[in-house]
């Protein structure tokens, strides 16, 4: 799984994910990436359809921001993201993440060497 965003969204994520996943962390969306899961956080539409140009194969959750308006998650999901959540909680994103995984749009994911 890569995170991409804040350190300390990202850092939060790792604490929560189940035994055997990992997270790797990147400031920016990196042109390749053999994660299977992205997460964008403080996702925008463009943000989302860049992803989804460069990493179409991967499964990706879009976080925005705890009061963003829905016009702003109408976008995300319309750009490519395969879900799309509040940020606020990260349990939440970690749930949305499993439930990726369990409606099959992606393999299980792997610890990182």
Do not use: Q
């Not at 350190?7 to 790792?14: D, E, V, Y």
């Not at 997460?39 to 959750?61: F, I, K």
């Not at 998650?73 to 909680?89: F, K, N, Q, W």
């Amino acid at each position: 799984m890569l995170v991409v965003g804040d350190r300390s969204k990202a850092l939060g994520i790792a604490r929560h994910l189940p035994p055997g996943w990992a997270a790797r962390r990147s400031a920016t969306l990196p042109r390749r990436t053999d994660a299977e899961l992205l997460v964008l956080c403080d996702a925008t539409g463009p943000a989302v359809a860049a992803a989804r140009r460069r990493h179409g194969t991967s499964a990706l959750l879009a976080v925005v921001a705890v009061d963003a308006p829905g016009e702003v998650i109408g976008e995300v999901l319309e750009a490519g993201a395969d879900a799309c959540v509040r940020d606020g909680s990260t349990a939440s994103v970690v749930g949305h993440l499993r439930h990726l995984l369990a409606a099959g749009r992606t393999a299980a994911p792997t610890a990182a060497p």
